[in-house]
């Protein structure tokens, strides 16, 4: 059974695509912003993705270019933007197809069937990321500086892929809490603060002064490339 990513901020929509989808024997998860898609993909990744661009935190746009850094899925956009450019756009961030709102269930149907048919490539493997003078290679976990290794502890590794993946990005503690530590665990700020403290003393040039893993008070976390 095939798993189906559907990400829209319309809840008649999202009620709508994920009966007809269900009903045709795909394993349907739903998502209303691009934040919970990326979260969501991480965890488990899909087989295919059918994403809006209008959503509310993210770009579409944005959101095609974080699932292409890390997965092969397919992409179809189901947008009201109906512009070539737009479509050009989407097409060259990544997606694999374009339909417009509205839309016939049959024709959105056969695209999702083309696109599953496709051979998959495998994921692409994270290409080594520098922090400063220190080359981070998440796929082999292994942290190299001027100096030589760098031990990271596991709970800074999961931290620090968190903000990598999202380079320039805001990534909001609560999220980092959440997906580190659990739910109950989304208001305790505290254990960010001694972390990142611990990752400036390992990574950044001047921990006093980052360049690199920059804090956003009262907010959450940003990587800056």
Same mark, same amino acid.
């Given at each position: 059974?095939?798993?189906?990513?559907?990400?829209?901020?319309?809840?008649?929509? %999202?009620?709508?695509?994920?009966?007809?989808?269900?009903?045709?024997?795909?394993?349907?998860?739903?998502?209303?912003?691009?934040?919970?898609?990326?979260?969501?993909?991480?965890?488990t990744?899909?087989?295919?993705?059918?994403?809006?661009?209008?959503?509310?935190?993210?770009?579409?746009?944005?959101?095609?270019?974080?699932?292409?850094s890390?997965?092969?899925?397919?992409?179809?956009?189901?947008?009201?933007?109906?512009?070539?450019?737009?479509k050009?756009?989407?097409?060259?961030?990544?997606?694999?197809?374009?339909?417009?709102?509205?839309?016939?269930?049959?024709?959105?149907?056969?695209?999702?069937?083309?696109? %599953?048919?496709?051979?998959?490539?495998?994921?692409?493997?994270?290409?080594?990321?520098?922090?400063?003078?220190?080359?981070?290679?998440?796929?082999?976990?292994?942290?190299?500086?001027?100096?030589?290794?760098?031990?990271l502890?596991?709970t800074?590794?999961?931290?620090?892929? %968190?903000?990598?993946?999202?380079?320039?990005?805001?990534?909001?503690?609560?999220?980092?809490?959440?997906?580190?530590?659990?739910?109950?665990?989304?208001?305790?700020?505290?254990?960010?603060?001694?972390?990142?403290?611990?990752?400036?003393?390992?990574?950044?040039?001047?921990?006093?002064?980052?360049?690199? %893993?920059?804090?956003?008070?009262?907010?959450?976390y940003?990587?800056?490339?």
């Amino acid at each position: 059974m095939s798993e189906i990513l559907v990400v829209d901020d319309e809840p008649a929509l %999202l009620r709508t695509l994920r009966i007809n989808l269900s009903a045709r024997q795909y394993a349907v998860r739903t998502a209303a912003t691009g934040g919970e898609a990326l979260d969501r993909a991480a965890h488990t990744a899909p087989d295919a993705v059918l994403l809006d661009l209008g959503l509310p935190d993210l770009d579409g746009m944005e959101v095609i270019r974080g699932l292409r850094s890390r997965s092969a899925v397919p992409i179809i956009v189901l947008s009201g933007r109906s512009g070539g450019v737009d479509k050009v756009n989407a097409l060259d961030a990544g997606a694999d197809d374009y339909l417009t709102k509205p839309f016939l269930m049959e024709e959105l149907l056969a695209r999702l069937r083309v696109v %599953l048919r496709r051979p998959r490539a495998g994921p692409p493997g994270p290409v080594p990321v520098l922090v400063g003078d220190h080359t981070v290679d998440l796929a082999a976990t292994t942290v190299t500086g001027p100096d030589g290794p760098v031990r990271l502890t596991p709970t800074e590794w999961r931290i620090l892929a %968190l903000l990598l993946a999202s380079p320039g990005r805001l990534v909001p503690g609560r999220r980092i809490l959440r997906e580190v530590w659990g739910p109950d665990r989304e208001l305790r700020g505290n254990y960010l603060r001694v972390y990142l403290a611990g990752l400036r003393r390992k990574l950044e040039r001047d921990p006093a002064r980052p360049r690199h %893993l920059i804090t956003e008070p009262g907010i959450g976390y940003r990587y800056e490339p």
